[in-house]
């Protein structure tokens, strides 16, 4: 895997795509598939986990990111999110959990049209929490 590629960014979207066939949605029937690209080059993907108490499932992306971090990552260059629909931009919840960690990753996803949209997780939540 080559990190710092422009064909990377493609294959990390790949990646999030194939991620997305495990999803867990019998809910909402909406399928996110994420590829979590680390520091070190290590990918951790993720999908999105409904459960019947709704408020219990958990997106594709904090999936990776709690893979990552559980495994010792903590530093993240990239993330990219595949869906059933386009756009899909990471939640509110995830950017969250994300900028924590990494404010200045790189977060891709397809838009409408079918483009690669790549944009800075610090433009897509200005002063987010800070405890
Ligand atoms: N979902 C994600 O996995 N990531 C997002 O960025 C947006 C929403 C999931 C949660 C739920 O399983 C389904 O999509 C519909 O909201």
Known sequence: ???????????????????????YSPYSNFRVGAALLCENGKVYTGTNVENA???ATVCAER????????????TFTKIAISADKNPCSPCGICRQSLIEFSPEMQVIYMSQDGCLVNVNLKDLLLNNFVL
């Open 53 to 55: 108490s709704f408020g």
């Open 63 to 74: 999936v990776a990111l709690v893979k990552a971090v559980s495994e010792g990552c903590k």
């Open 1 to 23: 895997y080559a990190p710092n590629s422009k064909a990377s960014v493609t294959r990390l979207f790949e990646i999030a795509e194939k991620a997305k066939e495990y999803s």
